[in-house]
Structure formats: C-alpha cells, structure tokens
Antibody, heavy 114, light 112 residues
Framework: EVQLQESGPGLVKPSQSLSLTCSVTGYSITSNYWGWIRKFPGNKMEWMGYISYSGSTSYNPSLKSRISITRDTSKNQFFLQLNSVTTEDTATYYC????????WGQGVMVTVSS | DVVMTQTPPSLSVAIGQSVSISCKSSQSLVYSDGKTYLHWLLQSSGRSPKRLIYQVSNLDSGVPDRFSGTGSQKDFTLKISRVEAKDLGVYYCAQTTHFPPTFGGGTKLELK
C-alpha cells in the first residue's frame, strides 16, 4: 500500500521559514510528480509546486521566490521550504502525487503566529 | 490562472436522493494531446482529499458507479445517484491542463 506522511512543526513565527517533510512508502519518488498543496481555512485549495521524477521543480508563481521543493531519493522523501511566512500562510499542508492527484498524505496543520 | 467555478457551494441532501455538482472553467481544459485533465476529489470530514474521477469521467478503483462525471471543454458535472452517508463531505473539481493547476472552491454535501 502506498502511503504519504507529512511531518514538521505545527507553529511557525512570522518572517521565519516553514519546513515540511513528506515520507513516501510503497512507491518510488523517482517516478511521477510529487508536490505540495495547501488548504486554507474555509475550502480554498492552492497548488504550491512539485518535484519531478528527474528532480526538476515547478512552482506556483503566486509564491514567487519564497518556495523550494527538494528531495532525498535515498530516503524516498521530499521537502517543502516556504520562506518569509506571514499569517496568510496558515493552512493545512498536504503532500501528494500531483499528476492528477491519485495519492495524498493526511495533511499537517501549520499555524503562523507570534 | 484558470478559474474553476463550482456550484452550488453547498447542498443539503436526503439519503437516497441524487445530486449534481457543476464545475465551469474560465478556459477550455482540452490539452494539446487531446485529453481533458479535469478531476473530481472528495474530502470527507477529518480526512485527506481522495480522488474519485480523473480525466472527466474515469472512476478510480473502488469508487461506486453511483458516481459519474461528464462534460467537455469548459463545462463539467459530477453526478451522485442514491446518495449514501459516506458520500458526505466537500467535493472539489481540479484541473491540471493549464499551469498552474487550480481547484474549484468546493461544494459541501451535507444531510438534509
């Protein structure tokens, strides 16, 4: 069974960086596209970006230069870093296989607050 | 960005009733390969999203045939026949044709 599991701090201070890990079991991240999606309070969902099977990345222009997605293929993990966070980055963050969304993690709620 | 407009934002339904959810995109979702990358997801309370249908009308494994997806170009519909309690939650349409991928605002299906 394929499983994705997010981990990381649930509270981040404004202006700091948000860092999350997605651990994937049962499927190699050297296949397909793996990324991050966030759901804001209410129902709005935002695609943040992905890292591909080859290691190339693509990011939502709305996040400009604040976002970075990297990976460790030896551990079958990929990572999200979002810099200079504000309270507007408060959301539940999901890792997922983002080529048509067949696989999702359970999500991690991140609050940005001082 | 492609704007995905879902209606209605919420639906109250009785068990056994049938419902439809509309999803309209601001641009055609037909990709250069001729395929349409419009998908439907369900997020049940306390759970992560789960894909039900991909590329307009293809049911994921294990999804009952009470669910059906139709549509083309910019206009899509999810129909649920004979709603069951486990169908409740928030439904999203999502497009991966255009960059960046975008989602509809969600339709909350709840019990009447």
């Amino acid at each position: 069974e394929v499983q994705l599991q997010e981990s990381g701090p649930g509270l981040v201070k404004p202006s700091q960086s948000l860092s999350l890990t997605c651990s994937v079991t049962g499927y190699s991240i050297t296949s397909n596209y793996w990324g991050w999606i966030r759901k804001f309070p209410g129902n709005k969902m935002e695609w943040m970006g992905y890292i591909s099977y080859s290691g190339s990345t693509s990011y939502n222009p709305s996040l400009k230069s604040r976002i970075s997605i990297t990976r460790d293929t030896s551990k079958n993990q990929f990572f999200l870093q979002l810099n200079s966070v504000t309270t507007e980055d408060t959301a539940t963050y999901y890792c997922a296989r983002v080529d048509s969304y067949p696989l999702w993690g359970q999500g991690v709620m991140v609050t940005v607050s001082s | 960005d492609v704007v995905m407009t879902q209606t209605p934002p919420s639906l109250s339904v009785a068990i056994g009733q049938s419902v439809s959810i509309s999803c309209k995109s601001s641009q055609s979702l037909v990709y250069s390969d001729g395929k349409t990358y419009l998908h439907w997801l369900l997020q049940s309370s306390g759970r992560s999203p789960k894909r039900l249908i991909y590329q307009v009308s293809n049911l994921d494994s294990g999804v009952p045939d009470r669910f059906s997806g139709t549509g083309s170009q910019k206009d899509f519909t999810l129909k649920i026949s004979r709603v069951e309690a486990k169908d409740l939650g928030v439904y999203y349409c999502a497009q991966t044709t255009h960059f960046p991928p975008t989602f509809g605002g969600g339709t909350k299906l709840e019990l009447k």
